[in-house]
Structure formats: structure tokens, C-alpha cells
């Protein structure tokens, strides 16, 4: 009863519309997802049923315990890439067994509260990370377009073609899988010669069924996989959590990023024991899926129950269509991903320097590695850093000195933390001021240690010289901070 009750939630508003629109976009997920498995499982070292028993249980799965509707999980190429030397050296065993263990490692960040730090991602390494993804998208489909057949390039523009135009006509069934339908009739009608789905691999020809991982159940085990399980973990939810970022951008809806973390690890250990490679959020049919008009959770359901049909009931028809076809989808995702207006000359001349080196580095660092978890961290490093930068100028310091000359006043303003405090020493006449000095923070705020460090330093420096520091204007919590740490730092300055 419990599924039933879940199958119902899968599309709480249903219509003829909706459900016509989830299914069919739930189908030109599940052929775009082939290809694409079958490549990440050759990257990572491992047969092609790996990944697309992967990507079959990992949108199940996640369809019913992930926070965000219509994103699709499977087997990426992140993950890949993270557990391929794992199998290598040790074989499918350890890889199954991190994979698990990965999973649960992301049941556990999730539960701590992993999600609530895309608070601290900056809109910046939003915008890079968006157009790191369309090129990186793009790029992937460079390699079917080189040492092909010369009738690969009219299929791929004929489809692009078609793909535009269609829509202006109607948009009863997505164009993608018109034109998915159209070039593999032709090609096979034609007798065209050109590669296929079944020239990446050969697809499986029966369900996955559950099991134990191959290994020794040891520390020595665990000892071997657990670094790679990390790795994993940290990597799938930085990648499933911006995805859910972006899709709640583009449907300007909410997700809860604390379900989709743990549903992310669920799924992944499910994936484990069914013998999948593991997987997390894939961004490129997540775009295809949603750009199809897709919202709800049961397209991501049946994007992995029609990968798994197609595979076993219809393999051998599913192995026909052209690899041209799933490119020209593939592009055209990749140019409706790209942010063109963040790169317009309009918005690059009003935009910060600061917002564009973040954003430029962001793109760079992730085409360069080819992982996007590492460009977002260290986009948001580069955006700290040009924040303190930012904020530490912004600190000043002026001195009123009383007509009689019987005292100074110092009025400080600003934001006083690691960063702008480091110079606040330097800002006063130690020798020259009179014997009282007072230091105004009235429009100031202490954010840290460092900063009560340094108004220690310069006490110290007055009271060296026999004059007397009073310090006025704290609000309430640089007071509290103030009073906790004065006196206490002696040794850090």
C-alpha cells in the first residue's frame, strides 16, 4: 500500500497534459541516458551494464526519496572518473563496496547539514559553474563529430534544424525525441552508414538483481575503499546539490537540497547492491528533462524504468539510433544552458571585476579538470578572497584631536575582522597623541579574534609610552567578543 500511496505523489496535479508531458519527457531522457552511461562505464574501467544498472536504479530510486522533482540521477562522468583507478587496482568488488560506502557517507553529511552551505556559494560561481557545465556539455559531443562518416554532419544540422523549428509548430511531443525518431528512421530506411548506441557498447539483456559485494569484509577493505567512498560522496553532492540549485533557478520553484542529500546516499547504496557504478545528479538530461517541460518526480521515474525497458525489451532497435542524433540533443542543451547574457558586453561592463574574475576562474578551473565539484570550490575561494579584499577597504580610521589638546579621538568605521584589522595598528600616532586616547567602534563591528588581537596591540603600544586607551561605542555582540578575548592574546600578535 505504501507504493501505491508513493506512486500517487509521484504527480500530485495530474491531467491528460501533464502526464503526457512527464512520460514523453521520461523517454527522451532514458535514450539520452544510454549513450551516456555506456561512455561513463568505459571511463571508468568497467562493463556498460555497470552504468546502466546504475543510472536504472539510481532514478528509481531517487525519484521517490530526493528533495528535488525532475532532476534525474544516474551514472556521470564525476563519478567515473573518482572510482576508476579503484577498479583498476582492485577490481568491480571494491568498486561496488565504495560505492555503498559512499552512500552512506552522503546519508551522514546529509543529516549534519552538508546542503546548508550552498548558502555560502556566491551568485558568480553560480553563473561559472552554469557556463562551465554547457561547455563542458558541448565538448563531450567533440569526439563523435571527428573521424566520423561524412553523413554524420547533414544528420546532426538536420536535426538541429528540426529541433528549432518543431516547437514554433507544436509542442505535443518534445522535439528532441522527434528528431531522435526521424534520424534513426532515415538511417536505417537509407541503409546510412554512420555510428550508432550499440557501437559504445553492448546493452544488457535482463533486470539487475540484488547482491553482496565481492570483497574481503576486513579493515584492510575498508581501509582501501574508504578514501575513494569520500571522494565519491563529496563530489556527488556537490554536483547533485548545484543541479538542484540551477534547476530551482529555471522552474522558480523550492527544493529541500537536506532530502536530496540523504536521497542521493539512499540511492546510492541501493545502486551498490544491485551492482551499479554509483552515480549522483546528472546535469545534461536534467536540463533535457526539464527544458521538456518535465516537473514532477514521475519522469524521473519512468526516465529509468524506459532506460531499463528499452535495454532489455528493445535492445536491438534502441543499438540503431545514431549517435548524431543524441549529439545534436546534446548541443542544443548546451547552448540553452550557456548564460549568454552574463557574458554580453552590456553586463561585462557594469558587472565588478571582482564578480568576473570569480566567474572566469570558476569556467576555468572546471574545463581544466574536468570536474565541476572542484572549479565551485575553488570559485568560492577566489569570491572569499575578493570579498576580504573588498570589505577590508572599507575600514577606516580618523582622529579628532580636542581643542585644548587634552585627548584624541579615534572614530573607526567599518567591518574589523582578520583581514582589515591587520592595518588598524599602523593607524595611529603613538608618540605624537596626547596622554588620553579614546577609540570610538560606534560605527564599527568586531568579527573576530584578530581583531580584538590588534586593539590589545595598540593599547599595549599606548600604555608602553605611559598613556591611557578608552574604548567606547561597542554594540552588543562586539562587546561580548571584546570582553571574552581582551587581554587573553597576549601571544598572537
Same mark, same amino acid.
Given at each position: ?169 507544436? *509542442?505535443? !511531443? ?9 534520424? @534513426?528512421?532515415?538511417? =536505417? &530506411?537509407? $541503409? #546510412? /552508414? ?50 538542484? *540549485?540551477? !534547476? ?9 537540497? @537536506?532530502?536530496?542529500? =540523504? &536521497?542521493? $546516499? #539512499? /540511492? ?226
Amino acid at each position: 500500500m505504501s507504493t501505491i500511496t508513493n506512486l500517487y505523489r509521484l504527480a500530485p496535479k495530474w491531467s491528460p497534459k501533464v502526464l503526457r508531458t512527464e512520460v514523453l519527457a521520461g523517454l527522451v531522457v532514458a535514450l539520452a541516458l544510454i549513450p551516456e552511461a555506456i561512455s561513463f562505464s568505459i571511463i571508468a574501467g568497467v562493463d556498460p551494464s555497470l552504468g546502466l544498472y546504475a543510472s536504472f536504479t539510481m532514478a528509481v530510486v531517487i525519484s521517490f526519496v530526493g528533495g528535488r522533482p525532475a532532476m534525474i540521477s544516474a551514472a556521470t562522468g564525476a563519478v567515473a572518473l573518482v572510482v576508476a583507478p579503484l577498479a583498476r587496482e582492485h577490481g568491480v568488488g571494491y568498486l561496488i563496496a565504495a560505492v555503498i560506502l559512499g552512500g552512506l557517507f552522503q546519508i551522514a553529511l546529509g543529516g549534519l547539514g552538508v546542503a546548508k552551505l550552498m548558502r555560502f556559494v556566491p551568485r558568480s560561481v553560480m553563473v561559472g559553474f552554469v557556463n562551465a557545465l554547457a561547455i563542458l556539455i558541448f565538448m563531450a559531443q567533440v569526439p563523435e563529430l571527428i573521424d566520423v562518416p561524412w553523413p554524420v554532419y547533414p544528420l546532426v544540422a538536420g536535426a538541429l534544424v528540426l529541433m528549432v523549428l518543431l516547437p514554433r509548430l507544436t *509542442k505535443v !511531443v518534445p522535439a528532441p525525441l522527434i528528431s531522435i525518431i526521424a534520424l @534513426t528512421a532515415l538511417t =536505417i &530506411g537509407a $541503409g #546510412i /552508414a554512420v555510428p550508432t548506441v550499440g557501437d559504445k557498447g553492448d546493452l544488457p539483456s535482463s533486470l539487475p538483481v540484488p547482491g553482496l559485494p565481492d570483497v574481503p569484509f576486513s579493515m584492510s577493505t575498508l581501509s582501501v575503499i574508504a578514501p575513494y567512498a569520500l571522494a565519491l560522496a563529496l563530489v556527488g553532492l556537490m554536483e547533485s546539490l548545484m543541479t538542484a *540549485k540551477l !534547476v530551482d533557478d529555471l522552474t522558480d520553484t523550492h527544493s529541500n537540497k @537536506t532530502r536530496e542529500s =540523504i &536521497g542521493q $546516499g #539512499i /540511492a546510492n547504496v541501493v545502486t551498490g547492491f544491485f551492482g551499479g557504478m554509483g552515480g549522483c545528479a546528472m546535469i545534461g538530461q536534467t536540463m533535457i528533462n526539464v527544458k521538456s517541460g518535465a516537473r514532477t518526480r514521475l519522469s524521473t521515474f519512468l526516465a529509468g524504468v524506459f532506460l531499463m525497458a528499452l535495454c532489455v525489451a528493445v535492445g536491438p532497435l534502441v543499438s540503431r539510433i545514431p549517435m548524431a542524433a543524441l549529439v545534436a540533443v546534446m548541443v542544443l542543451v548546451a547552448v540553452g544552458t550557456f548564460d549568454w547574457h552574463s557574458v554580453a558586453r552590456a553586463t561585462l561592463r557594469r558587472m565588478p571585476v571582482g564578480e568576473i574574475t570569480v566567474m572566469v576562474v570558476t569556467v576555468a578551473v572546471v574545463v581544466a579538470t574536468d570536474n565541476l565539484a572542484i572549479g565551485v570550490i575553488v570559485g568560492t575561494i577566489t569570491a572569499m578572497v575578493v570579498f576580504a579584499r573588498r570589505v577590508a577597504r572599507l575600514a577606516t580610521v580618523e582622529p579628532l584631536l580636542d581643542p585644548d589638546g587634552s585627548q584624541v579621538v579615534y572614530t573607526v568605521t567599518g567591518e574589523l575582522f582578520f583581514a582589515s584589522s591587520n592595518d588598524l595598528v599602523y593607524q595611529f600616532d603613538y608618540a605624537g597623541d596626547p596622554d588620553k586616547v579614546i577609540i570610538d567602534l560606534a560605527a564599527a563591528h568586531i568579527w573576530d579574534a584578530s581583531s580584538v588581537a590588534a586593539l590589545d596591540a595598540i593599547t599595549t603600544k599606548y600604555a608602553a609610552r605611559g598613556k591611557t586607551v578608552e574604548i567606547i561605542g561597542l554594540n552588543g555582540p562586539s562587546a561580548k567578543l571584546h570582553g571574552n578575548l581582551t587581554g587573553e592574546l597576549a601571544g598572537s600578535h
